[in-house]
T-cell receptor
Framework: GAGVSQSPSNKVTEKGKDVELRCDPI?????LYWYRQSLGQGLEFLIYFQGNSAPDKSGLPSDRFSAERTGGSVSTLTIQRTQQEDSAVYLC??????????????FGQGTRLTVV | DAKTTQPNSMESNEEEPVHLPCNHS???????IHWYRQLPSQGPEYVIHGLTSNVNNRMASLAIAEDRKSSTLILHRATLRDAAVYYC??????????FGQGTRLTINP
């Protein structure tokens, strides 16, 4: 596809259930980011994958959150034992090689997660 | 991480220029200045970036102070569609992209 694709676009889950959110980055992009945005708030960094380097997980809020990126392409963000405070829009972004100063990040439309 | 400071909100009128300021007094020589914006109910989108010289593209202009401690995003002729939260971000090498609170721009018809 032409842009970053996220699925599902909306997800309603019961408290305590696990959820998986998927991100398909732009083909060839080696950097991939996950953010979350609670209602009316700014973007909170979660995790950053860059090529074959170890991911920067410094933004993950708890050990219930994990993410993987298979084959340097698709990424899955998993939230275990969801809590109501996990309700937010989860945004994925990717950018091309060489990553960094002179490249832009492209964002998906996000997955709106509601925990009831 | 070098920090940026932006006003929480600004207001302007349609078809008038808008100047969105950003202070980054701790910027280092290798930090690029990036601007993104987030329209309502959408993911952020790239606007413009620069290092030392002023930059222009189809969306906006970026004016960078000579000492690089501040910059200004200029929308030459605002439209209602430009109402968004604008984020000024410093980007160094392959560091992660970290967003602050941004400036919420309101455009009056």
């Amino acid at each position: 596809g032409a842009g970053v694709s996220q699925s599902p676009s909306n997800k309603v889950t019961e408290k305590g259930k696990d959820v998986e959110l998927r991100c398909d980055p732009i083909s060839g992009h080696t950097a991939l980011y996950w953010y979350r945005q609670s209602l009316g708030q700014g973007l909170e960094f979660l995790i950053y994958f860059q090529g074959n380097s170890a991911p920067d997980k410094s933004g993950l809020p708890s050990d219930r959150f994990s993410a993987e990126r298979t084959g340097g392409s698709v990424s899955t963000l998993t939230i275990q034992r969801t809590q109501q405070e996990d309700s937010a829009v989860y945004l994925c972004a990717s950018s091309s090689q060489p990553v960094g100063m002179n490249t832009e990040a492209f964002f998906g439309q996000g997955t709106r997660l509601t925990v009831v | 991480d070098a920090k940026t400071t932006q006003p929480n909100s600004m207001e302007s009128n349609e078809e008038e220029p808008v100047h969105l300021p950003c202070n980054h007094s701790t910027i280092s020589g290798t930090d690029y200045i990036h601007w993104y914006r987030q329209l309502p109910s959408q993911g952020p989108e790239y606007v413009i970036h620069g290092l030392t010289s002023n930059v222009n593209n189809r969306m906006a202009s970026l004016a960078i102070a000579e000492d690089r401690k501040s910059s200004t995003l200029i929308l030459h002729r605002a439209t209602l569609r430009d109402a968004a939260v604008y984020y000024c971000i410093l980007r160094r090498g392959a560091q992660k992209l970290v967003f602050g609170q941004g400036t919420r721009l309101t455009i009056n018809p």
